[in-house]
């Protein structure tokens, strides 16, 4: 049975960091890919940050481009998403997912999702 669990979310002031963290079970990321997307009520998922599970390498959505970093730890079998000079507009529930079949930046590519974390970025 494979599980993500995402950590890391929280309060933050714009311009400030947050780090999120999604631990695997069940599923290794040295052999699967894995991104990150957001939710706000009312709207559909958004593509945030994708990471390729051969070579690592990365895709994000424009308006994070510069500002937020996703790697993984294959050691710990985690990834993560490093979020910098956030802005109010980043408030969301963040979700990562694994398993991926497609288009890497499509929420329906993914088969596996965490329970999602609430970051908030006051102005």
């Known amino acids: 049975q494979v599980q993500l669990v995402e950590s890391g979310g929280g309060l933050v002031q714009a311009g400030g960091s947050l780090r999120l963290s999604c631990a695997a079970v069940g599923l290794t990321f040295s052999t699967n890919s894995m991104g990150w997307f957001r939710q706000v009520p009312g709207k559909e998922r958004e593509f945030v940050a994708s990471?390729?599970?051969?070579?690592?390498?990365?895709s994000y959505t424009d308006s994070v481009k510069g500002r937020f970093t996703i790697s993984r730890d294959t050691a710990k079998n985690t990834g993560y998403l490093q979020m910098n000079s956030l802005k109010p507009e980043d408030t969301a529930v963040y979700y990562c997912?694994?398993?991926?079949?497609?288009?890497?930046?499509?929420?329906?590519?993914?088969?596996?999702w965490g329970q999602g974390t609430q970051v908030t970025v006051s102005s």
């Open positions: 990471i390729w599970w051969s070579g690592g390498s990365t």
């Open positions: 997912a694994a398993g991926l079949s497609g288009r890497s930046n499509y929420a329906g590519s993914f088969r596996y």
